[in-house]
């Protein structure tokens, strides 16, 4: 009896690692789609009118910019969009493929997070030396930055293998939590969802009150929640 004692035990303890581990990460991704949120209201009330994240809302806005014959929301759209592509492919080749054999966090997400904090520190400087003229081929400079560094999020969190998870583009997200509202989910699994939507929408709150009544301080909302995730991560590559 006692040789079969530890084949019951350690599983069931390896398990409840396991989904200890998947909260923490979950939670930092909540922390990164608040930063999305953010970026994506700094953008569109700073920067030009387009989005740092929401590609299908700039797609929209570039199609609107050529019934209109708006040469500008067209630059800004389109810049964003090819900027975004870039970050993407960046992250890509620093994230590499899921594997089978992945741990929680793989040390090649953190390192594309690095890059993204490159990024957004690169942001942080002409952020501060354009605040006090607000030069518009500048602020379109600024945009691109942002689009950029949350491309590459998105390919950091795409790393982690897990279908439908994302901190960047959540209509998919949404669309998933209404179906399991209709089909009566346990909250339980609604709840990840729902916490990624209030993170976002919670972040373009605060952004939009930053970038309106406090532009000097719009940069934190984008470094600081980003250097908790990269210092945080750590714990779960240990």
């Known amino acids: ?49 387009a989005f740092s994240s929401v590609m299908t809302g700039n797609m929209v806005l570039l199609g609107l910019s050529a019934g209109r014959g708006d040469a500008d929301l067209a630059l800004t759209s389109g810049c964003a969009i090819v900027s975004f592509i870039v970050g993407v492919l960046a992250g890509a080749r620093v994230v590499g493929s899921a594997r089978p054999d992945d741990p929680v966090w793989p040390r090649r997400v953190t390192w594309a997070l690095v890059l993204e904090l490159l990024v957004f520190v690169v942001f942080l400087v002409v952020w501060v030396v354009n605040l006090p003229t607000h030069v518009d081929h500048v602020d379109l400079a600024l945009l691109m930055l942002s689009a950029t560094a949350l491309g590459v999020q998105s390919s950091a969190i795409q790393r982690f293998g897990v279908p439908g998870l994302s901190s960047t583009y959540l209509t998919g997200t949404l669309t998933s939590l209404i179906a399991g509202v209709a089909a009566r989910s346990p909250w339980r699994s609604l709840r990840p969802k729902a916490q990624v939507l209030l993170a976002l929408m919670t972040g373009a709150a605060v952004g939009a009150l930053v970038a309106l009544h406090l532009p000097v301080a719009a940069p934190a909302l984008l470094i600081v929640p980003l250097t908790l995730v990269i210092a945080l991560s750590a714990r779960l590559r240990a």
Not at 25 to 49: C, E, K, N, P
């Open 1 to 49: 009896m006692s040789s079969t004692a530890p084949r019951v035990t350690r599983p069931r303890v390896a398990a409840q690692d396991d989904d200890r581990l998947l909260r923490q990460r979950h939670a930092l991704v909540v922390v990164l789609t608040f930063l999305t949120g953010s970026a994506d209201a700094i953008g569109f009330l700073s920067l030009g009118g």
